[in-house]
């Protein structure tokens, strides 16, 4: 794919953990939190099927680390950037692992972390699976 | 009596057994993380309950790498932050949700909607918060714990969960 992410993109944060879904089916900000590795691995999935993101979000998330699928937080790559000024998050192309991309250059502060992550939270739309 | 004033055993926070007990417990002999002794004080039903999640928190936390994936175990002194801030709450705010966090912190948590989340946590003697309130933009800080609750951290919560 083009390395240049297109602010118009669609992107997807697979969830694998049932309690990443808010109690009222929003998308929890602790989806959107850095991991362990430091980043926030998003798969670019414009112009794909629900069926060919979910299988995709199995293959590449959910069956490695043998959990579930749950679904997935789908939001505009120019959501990132928008908060690039605010908390100094960067969205960055991350292949050879196809489609993949990650959000970067998190806070060290863990409480501009959080904060971060929810106002992207506040931009995905909550998509179930199955 | 200051709501501040805390009702707690010291002996309870490591029972497993603590959180029903302490639940349930109206007053009893309190520390603030400084270990200076205060007035005891009777709690209210959501108070008791946030309590027992307190009391919760630290026992599935209580030991390093209790996640499975490296987190540190959450310190006594964390413990008795946690419970200080909880009863240096308005009693107006609805009881948040209480959990033990990655980072070795206690989390209370409100959450309405994804546009209107406020998080508070301590750590050791370290009030942080962050929030959304609508389409404003995120708030965020941290300051020591010095037995009330931050400003910015209560002006957070409200906009989280719509009061005043």
Redesign the interface.
């Given at each position: 794919m083009d390395p240049e992410i297109g602010d118009g993109e669609d992107l997807a944060n697979f969830i694998v953990e049932s309690n990443k879904f808010a109690s009222d089916g929003g998308v929890h900000f602790k989806a959107m939190l850095p991991d362990g590795s430091g980043e926030r691995s998003l798969f670019r999935i414009d112009g794909l099927s629900r069926e060919y993101i979910a299988a995709w979000g199995k293959a590449f998330v959910a069956n490695p680390r043998d959990k579930p699928l749950y679904g997935w937080g789908k939001l505009k790559a120019a959501s990132v950037t928008a908060l690039t000024a605010l908390f100094g998050i960067t969205l960055k192309w991350d292949e050879p692992q196809p489609r993949h991309a990650v959000i970067a250059d998190w806070p060290p502060e863990v409480e501009k972390r959080r904060a971060a992550a929810m106002e992207l939270a506040k931009c995905a739309e909550a998509c179930r699976w199955p | 009596m200051s709501r501040n004033a805390l009702a707690v055993t010291l002996d309870h926070y490591y029972s497993p057994e603590a959180s029903e007990s302490a639940a349930v417990s109206l007053s009893a002999t309190a520390f603030l993380s400084g270990r200076e002794r205060v007035s005891s004080v009777t709690l209210g039903h959501d108070q008791n309950m946030v309590f027992a999640q307190v009391i919760n928190a630290r026992a599935a936390a209580d030991h390093d790498n209790w996640d499975g994936?490296?987190a540190p175990a959450i310190s006594e002194l964390t413990v008795s932050t946690a419970i200080g801030l909880l009863y240096a709450l308005p009693g107006d705010l609805p009881a948040p949700e209480v959990m033990p966090e990655s980072?070795g912190?206690i989390a209370f948590e409100w959450?309405r909607?994804?546009?209107h989340?406020a998080?508070v946590?301590v750590q050791d003697g370290l009030v942080?918060?962050?929030?959304?309130g609508g389409t404003a933009?995120?708030?965020?800080?941290?300051e020591p714990f010095s037995r009330a609750i931050p400003a910015k951290a209560l002006k957070a919560v409200r906009a989280a969960v719509g009061s005043r």
């Open positions: - | 994936n490296g980072t912190e959450y909607d994804k546009a989340v998080v946590t942080r918060w962050s929030g959304v933009p995120a708030v965020y800080g941290a």
